[in-house]
Structures are given as C-alpha cells and as structure tokens.
C-alpha cells in the first residue's frame, strides 16, 4: 500500500482496498476476487460459502452480550465496470488497478476505480477481522457480476441466513440513507444487414471527449450518448456527400454512457476534401449546441488507405440509419412523487456493426414495472418493424420503499447523533441488489449508504478518503448499538 494512503489508514479500510485494487475483478473475471474473499475466511476462522455463481457468504457469530439481538447483512458486489483511456495498455483480464492519490481523492491511472464497489469489500472486511467491535451475528453477502444485470444476486442462495436488517454498501454520497431504487432489464437488439462491393477511400470518422458515466446516477444530467450522436452526425452527413459504411461501433457497457464512437466510411477519393469541411461545418453545429452540457467534445477524420470493400447496401443502411435516429435515449419521464427524481429511461450502451447484423444494447431502467415493460416494448416493436429481433437478456426488479423501517430510524438517530445534522432518505434511479435480495427474503429491514464518490462508471471515479473514514465509522457505531 503506497505509504501516503497508509498513513490515512483507519482499521485497514484502505489496507484491504489496495490488496482488492491488485486483483483483476471485471464483470465476468472474477475466479480470484472471489477465492482472495475465502482465503480471509479461512485466515480469519470465519463460516464461509461460495457458491457456483462465485457469490460468497462469511459469517461472523455475535459478540458476548448481543447474542439475542437482530442479525445484520453487510452487502456488496465484488465486480467493477472497467473502462479506461482509448490509447491505454491495461488489460483489465490480467492487471491490477494503480491507485493514485490527489489531496483528500483517491483515483485510478486512466481507468475506473473500482470503489464502485471495492469500498464494501473493504468495509466488509474490516468490519469482519475487527476482533474489537461488538456486535451482534453478521452475515456479509457478497455478488458476482452486479455491473451486468446482477446475476450473482439471482443465483444466491439465502435459506441459511438469519438476518433481519441489511446495509447495502453500494451507494455514492455520504449523509444520503437511500430507501428505494429503480428495477432494470438489458434488451438486446440484432438488425440483419446485406453487405455490397465497393471501391474507395476508406475513412474512419470518431467522436470523443464526452463525460459518459452511471446509465442510472448521470442520466439526468444531460449527458450526450456517442452513439446517438455518431447516429446523427451521419444522419446530417447523408445530405451533403455520398458514402458507404463499412463500420461502427461505440460502448462497451449497457450501463455506461459511451463517451466514444466511430465509422468507417468508403467514399470516392476526390469527395474527401468536401466531406472534411461539411463534417467540420456539422460538428461546429453540435459544439455550440453543447458547449455547456459536453464541453471536451471532439472529432476526428482519419484518411485510412484505398482499396475494394464490402460496405452495407443502401437498404440496410437506410434501416440501420432509421434505427439509431428514433430508438430513444436518457430521461423518459421523472417522477411524480419526488422531485428531481428520474422515474424511467434508458441508455443506448453498446452499438456494434458485425458482419452480418447490427448489435444493439439497452440498459432500460424505472421505478414503475409496468413503464420498464413498456419501453421494452417499444423498442422490441421497432426492431421487429425493420425486420430484427429483440430479446430481454436480464431483469430485476425495483426495491420499493417501506413506510416503517427500525433500520432506517437507527441510522437517522445516530447520524444526527454523531455530524448534528439530519440525513436525508432518497430513493434513487440506480439499480441496486437490494429488491432481489427482499424478494429472496421477505420482511427484511433494507438500507443502503456510502461514502462520497464521483464519476462512477468513467476514468475519472473519485473516492474521498475523508468520507470513507468517516463512512465507516458510522457503520461501526451502527452495528455496535442495539436497534430499538
């Protein structure tokens, strides 16, 4: 652990951090997270389970004194979104996270972080080696690939578990008590495309310098999508210069906002100069329409080579076309009983030009069961319109907020206790594990809190250090005290 981060150290929070940081953890890669969490189970002598989903549960049997009180759930996810840097080597299948600290924030070296949610494990283990605190049995549950529709938490098995309570550690702003959250589904759409021989110059035309991040947490902050950006640049383009796509792609994660796309375009040798100026004359249009929402925007225009290509007919183009101008993107509709608050959207994550067909990614998101439907609905009617298919590839449902909580009553009494001001309860757009694990077992009392973080999801994700310590201090007095 670097030693400056050390010294901000408070019972090993960043210690296990930077030990979780060295690991590989992407969506899907996560054999040795999940074996490093048995391996402290076992070091620790604490009742572990790991399942064939690479979910692992550790229990820890309750202290002298609090063995008649209510057990509590520790939860989080031991994956993270990986994205980087377009010209970085880190290969996220095989390399750890540098860490790098800036004052009170601690940052990654051109990728994300992996405090989202690296800082629960932390937590969790901390709280579970502390041989010191009191508390009553805890029960740390801990997912495989949330990031991706929360698989982990659908294959869990939970009939073993006693706990009445659960701390959800998966949230991103210290003082917030968060009590509900939206479901989600992923829709994957595939268009056929017809494929025709052309001869030209081949170009490749990229968009960049977007802010991107959390499909959920960003979405109502006007963020623009790459691909539906690229989508329109083309849609304008078509207007003024004659070409041929070969491909496009942008995103690599539903649930990320892309920050980056790009085509290959063929056209004839002597348009290019034209087409350089009416895509300069276009973008200009876009920058100065977003000058404050996106200001890095950029582009580029690269002259690749000349030759013979298979490029998509006019008629697949024209679909394709059609498709990315109408699906719809970002904030549907916002609530009608919390203001500021997002009831439905959805995010046009990975767009992706394959030989034969068109890959297209959905993170569709609300709070209501019957909106979520029908925007999935929408969108597997013009799919199907233009002669492709729609699938739902994951789902899980909203957690709902529940009128009375003695959860949420101790965390509010000792928070005020503590910092002398009132935290505040929200729902939030998001999705979390938290309704899965209600639906698995009803009656439990649910909370979710987390210290600050920015940019989750982007290669600027901050953690505050400050907050963390302070974050887990709280918990500390959480558990320590008896729920009344």
Not at 192 to 219: C, T
Not at 232 to 260: A, C, Q, W
């Amino acid at each position: 652990m670097d030693k400056s981060l050390e010294q901000m150290d408070y019972k090993g929070i960043f210690k296990y951090f930077s030990q979780i940081s060295k690991i590989p953890r992407g969506s899907g890669n996560e054999d040795e997270i999940s074996e490093y969490l048995v391996s402290f189970a076992k070091n620790q002598g604490l009742e572990y389970n790991k399942d064939s989903a690479n979910n692992v549960i550790i229990i820890k049997e309750a202290t002298k004194g609090y063995e008649n009180e209510p057990a509590i759930m520790l939860q989080g996810h031991m994956d993270m979104v990986c994205e980087k840097l377009k010209d970085s080597s880190h290969d996220f299948l095989k390399d750890g996270i540098k860490l790098l600290i800036d004052g009170d924030f601690l940052h990654a070296d051109g990728t994300t972080l992996g405090a989202d949610n690296g800082i629960a494990l932390a937590y969790i283990l901390a709280l579970l080696s502390d041989d010191d605190l009191k508390h009553p049995r805890l029960e740390a549950v801990i997912t495989s690939d949330e990031e991706v529709g929360m698989n982990g938490a659908k294959a869990l098995d939970l009939s073993s578990l006693k706990a009445d309570y659960m701390i959800n550690l998966d949230s991103e702003e210290e003082g917030y008590l968060l009590a509900s959250c939206a479901g989600g589904l992923t829709g994957t759409s595939t268009l056929p495309l017809k494929r025709v021989a052309v001869q030209g110059k081949r170009i490749k035309v990229s968009i960049g310098g977007l802010k991107g991040g959390h499909s959920g947490m960003d979405i109502v902050n006007n963020r623009s999508n790459a691909n539906k950006l690229l989508g329109r640049l083309l849609f304008d383009l078509r207007e003024r210069n004659t070409y041929s796509v070969l491909h496009m792609e942008g995103g690599y994660k539903d649930n990320v906002i892309p920050r980056e796309a790009f085509a290959e375009l063929v056209i004839d040798s002597k348009d290019y100069p034209k087409l350089c100026e009416n895509i300069d004359e276009i973008m200009k249009i876009y920058k100065k329409e977003l000058v404050a929402s996106e200001p890095d925007l950029e582009y580029k225009v690269m002259d690749m080579d000349e030759g013979d290509y298979m490029s998509l007919d006019p008629v697949s183009f024209e679909k394709l076309l059609f498709l990315l101008i109408q699906i719809p993107y970002g904030v549907q509709v916002m609530s009608s009983d919390i203001e500021g608050l997002v009831e439905s959207s959805l995010n046009l994550g990975i767009f992706r030009l394959e030989e034969e067909q068109a890959l297209i990614c959905n993170s569709v998101r609300s709070s209501k069961s019957s909106y979520k439907h029908y925007i999935s609905n929408r969108l597997e009617y013009l799919v199907s319109f233009l002669g492709g298919d729609y699938i739902v590839r994951s789902e899980y449902p909203a957690w709902e907020y529940r009128n009375e909580s003695k959860l949420r009553d101790h965390l509010r009494n000792l928070y005020k206790e503590m910092y002398g001001k009132d935290m505040k309860v929200e729902a939030i757009h998001a999705g979390l594990e938290c309704g899965l694990i209600a639906e698995k077992m009803p009656g439990i009392d649910i909370v979710s809190i987390g210290p600050d973080m920015s940019r989750v999801h982007t290669i600027d994700e901050r953690l505050s250090i400050s907050s963390a310590v302070r974050v887990y201090q709280f918990l500390e007095r959480v558990i320590g005290e008896r729920i009344h």
